[in-house]
């Protein structure tokens, strides 16, 4: 901020006329005043005790002193303990607004050919089955944090992997081929994903009735699954896929094509994207590959019964699989073999996986072996962890087809937006295609806002009743406010007002109004400290901060009815450009405003 670092230079230079010592730029610590303190800036002087020989109170005393006489953004200063409180004056903050005003994406930084390309994986779904609430939080981690990197001025490329291939497509493959009677999603009237999950839930419901009726013969859990003529036939699937088996490869591309449809309705509905998919059954072979290349420069040791593996002791990890005896391949084979076609389609700076917490240990070992194998992002890799999403009721699970579906699920969102907003009387002048984009826009809204408020690294509870409220820390109350501004501003143009592009610094204004350019202002700040710790909740939090901020003052002063037109001109501009800061930070978040509710 401007007027920070006109503080900072006036203090370097106070401290080297009050006490006769060169003190750095990085030594003068400003922050924020607190609330229950007068002022708007605080400058710790601890670190300048030893220069001047004073008590803290005398020392803050003395440069309050200087910075009032000496620095025209200085209006007045008061001393508690070691910590001077610093109030900047008005005209400094209105020059802050014209700066702000003048750049239509402020707080951006802009990219170029020559910015560090990152490349952030989230999404990762497998073919045997829809996606759910918990790849609805990883997608729009993903989806953000793609974003925030992408306004911290770096090239980013989305990539999602898919995982096409295992044992668990084939149980979905094989529940079809025996109890599908040649069902398809049209036939069925469904989405292809949801289709096939139920083979999936058909599957392990078999598989149950199956292992019960052989361990009420005596035979123990694991006994009865070993001994499972299904399991047996989806092994033998699995091989026969393995060997490019014609009619199982036939089978396996028509239902994933099923699949990948479903997905893309679900991710365009979301309002998420890709730039680049890479699919297991195309990278599991690479990798394979590379673990083999490691085997024969020696970074890697092959056991007695042919299997291949790294010793990671002397990272104080322990020994881990990459080939087994049979020479089929690991996720962590896998990986490696898609870390490596990645590296050869792009010139990747900084690699992100935004993965659940229960991959912490495998994501660690990942990037030990990507570093022995030469990858030059192996050490530097970022796995965005996150915690795990559940609903007031509890845990979900795939096999038992207790998931909340993300397509029911955002549907659900939409039909909840459009009744309590007809309830509050938000559509009523609306035509019914408008009616039915804002109930689109604020259900979906509730949904991303109320996932990403959360520190990414917590475990969370979504209610989706809670989310979806015109007051408080959510979405819709955010969206209401931009409407509102919006709304006068529009006034404001009906009555021929024309906003100034520079703003006179005589105008007076209120502490209030103080604070609200401050806060946009910190708004810079707020998009680089999101992007340093992976974290939009910082985005989101400080969003509805500022909201909140403006709507007091909406509710304490006049704006279109304020008879001062300096004064009308100044509270416009105020609100046009807290408009502006909050469409920004909610396109970070994947969330749309709307200019009418």
């Known amino acids: 901020m401007v007027i920070e670092q006109q503080i900072t230079g006036a203090t370097i230079a106070g401290i080297k006329e009050l006490y006769g010592a060169d003190v750095a730029a990085n030594q003068v610590q400003l922050q924020k005043t607190k609330k229950e303190f007068k002022g708007h800036l605080t400058l ?24 009032l006489k000496n620095e025209p953004a200085i209006a007045g200063f008061n001393v508690i303990k070691g910590f001077l409180n610093l109030t900047v004056a008005g005209a400094c903050w209105i020059n802050l607004l014209n700066d702000i005003n003048k750049q239509p994406n402020y707080g951006i930084i802009p990219t170029t050919e020559q910015s560090p390309l990152v490349m952030i994986e989230y999404s990762s779904p497998n073919t045997n ?45 094989l529940a079809w081929q025996k109890w599908g009677n040649g069902v398809t999603p049209e036939t069925a009237g469904k989405k292809g994903d949801h289709l096939i999950g139920d083979f999936y839930v058909l599957f392990s419901n078999k ?20 001994a499972s003529p299904l399991m047996a036939e989806a092994r ?50 690479e990798g394979k590959s590379k673990v ?54 792009y010139p990747i700076n900084k690699m992100i996986y935004v993965v659940g917490n229960e991959q912490n240990y495998h994501f660690q070992v990942l990037s030990i072996l990507l570093d022995k194998l030469g990858f030059e992002f192996g050490k530097g890799l970022v796995h965005f962890s996150y915690g795990m999403v559940e609903l007031p009721e509890g845990k979900m699970k795939s096999r038992e087809g207790t998931v909340v579906d993300a397509d029911d699920l955002m549907e659900e969102m939409v039909t909840t937006a459009r009744e309590i907003s007809q309830e509050l009387g938000k559509l009523d002048e609306m035509t019914p295609d408008e009616a039915e984009n804002i ?32 007051n408080g820390n959510t979405g819709p109350f955010i969206q209401y406010t931009y409407a509102r501004i919006r709304s006068v501003l529009r006034k404001a143009a009906e009555q021929g007002i024309v906003l100034p592009e520079v703003l006179p610094t005589t105008t007076e204004i209120s502490e209030k109004e103080e604070t609200l350019i401050q806060m946009i202002a910190d708004y810079a700040s ?51 450009n807290v408009a502006k800061i909050v469409k920004s930070g909610m396109s970070l978040l994947g969330i749309e405003v709307p200019e009418r509710m």
């Open 439 to 470: 109930a689109r826009i604020v259900g979906l809204g509730s949904l991303k806002y109320f996932i990403l408020k959360v520190d990414p690294r917590k475990n969370m509870t979504f209610n989706p009743k809670e989310s979806i409220d015109f």
């Open 236 to 285: 033998e699937m699995l091989r026969k896929w393995e060997a490019g088996d014609k009619e199982v490869r036939a089978l396996w591309e028509m239902m994933n094509n099923w699949v990948y449809a479903g997905f893309d309705e679900t991710y365009k509905t979301m309002g998420v994207n890709f730039d680049k998919i890479y699919y297991e059954s195309q990278t599991y072979l």
């Open 292 to 345: 083999l290349e490691g085997l024969d420069k020696g970074i890697f040791y092959r056991r007695e019964d042919g299997s291949v593996w790294a010793d990671l002791t002397g990272e104080g990890l322990d020994e881990k699989l990459l080939l087994r005896a049979d020479g089929t391949s690991v996720y962590m084979t896998q990986d490696i073999g898609t870390a490596k076609l990645r590296f050869d389609d």
């Open 526 to 576: 707020t998009v680089r400290e999101a992007g340093k710790e992976y974290s939009p909740a910082f985005i989101a939090n400080y969003i509805y901060d500022l909201v909140k901020e403006y709507n007091q003052f909406y509710h304490d002063f006049s704006i279109l009815r304020e008879e001062n037109e300096e004064v009308k001109k100044f509270r416009l501009v105020l609100s046009a």
């Open 44 to 67: 710790v002087v601890f670190p300048f005790l030893r220069m001047s020989k004073k008590s803290p109170e005398q020392t803050a005393q003395e440069i309050g002193e200087y910075l």
């Open 129 to 173: 089955k829809p996606l759910h609430l918990g790849h609805v939080r990883n997608n729009l981690l993903g989806f953000s944090l793609s974003e925030i990197m992408k306004a911290n001025g770096n090239r980013v490329v989305k990539t999602n992997i898919v995982n096409d291939r295992g044992i668990h497509i084939c149980k979905s493959m």
């Open 207 to 226: 598989l149950k009735e199956e292992t019960a009726a052989l361990e009420a013969k005596g035979m123990t859990k694991e006994e009865a699954e070993a």
